[in-house]
């Protein structure tokens, strides 16, 4: 498995309300791990009351290059940045655990420790299991 970077390219038209993209750098088990993953919450991004949710898939998201020179580059210079959708990946799984299978599904073990570790998800311990996703009293978060 390398973790050497690739710049892709995210498009998504979402009709008359418009389109969606971003071009950033991420490794290619990332690029996995977001089409397991298979969609995104941007929310009121296409205007008020928009609630767009986009698709990660083979047709949305493109490797534009894997050439290190120049992603190297593109990173240093802040042409792109890494990947922008793990955090809020993290951020709902941190919320709902039980999501964690459609990145189980895709990826090893060892695959999806290393994508825990990058995207800062917290890992769910045996002991933990209720915890996460609820507040102190043990009430679920919305």
Known sequence: MTDS???????????????????FACT?????????????????ALGKHSNITGTFSDE??????SDADFIDKALKYGVVDDCP???GIADALDNWPERISRLEVA???????VIIAEWG????????????GRDEDGNALA
Do not use: C, N, Q
């Open 107 to 113: 990826l090893s073990a060892e695959e999806l420790r």
């Open 60 to 65: 949305t998201l493109v490797v534009l290059t």
């Open 5 to 23: 970077k690739i710049i892709v390219r995210y498009f998504e038209d979402f009709g008359r309300m418009g389109s969606l993209g971003s071009t």
């Open 85 to 87: 959708y793990a955090s």
């Open 28 to 44: 290619e088990l990332e690029l996995r791990a977001l089409k397991a993953w298979g969609s995104y919450h941007h929310g009121e």
């Open 121 to 132: 998800i917290t890992p769910l311990d045996d002991d933990d299991d209720d915890e996460r």
